[in-house]
């Protein structure tokens, strides 16, 4: 009794049918383009730009003690 009601619920998950949908996520993907050069160099710039500053820093703590040290001599 009990068998056949396991046989009857696992009958419906066992189902042999063929599917023929495909399916493709090409809507999903992002289509690239070309970047304009002008966007290239303000990056390339401003990566320059905080180089420049990264290195200046440690010259203008230099010279904030010297100026520090000239206005308020010991």
Not at 20 to 45: F, M, R, V, W
Request: with cysteine.
């Amino acid at each position: 009794m009990i068998a056949t009601l396991v046989r009857s619920v696992l009958k419906g998950f066992n189902v042999k049918r063929r599917i023929k949908t495909a399916t493709s996520n090409e809507a999903c993907l992002p289509h690239p383009e070309l970047l304009d050069s002008s966007y290239i160099y303000k990056i390339y710039g401003i990566y320059l730009f905080i180089w420049l500053l990264m290195f200046s820093e440690a010259y203008s703590q230099r010279l904030r003690r010297a100026i520090c040290a000239y206005f308020y001599p010991e």
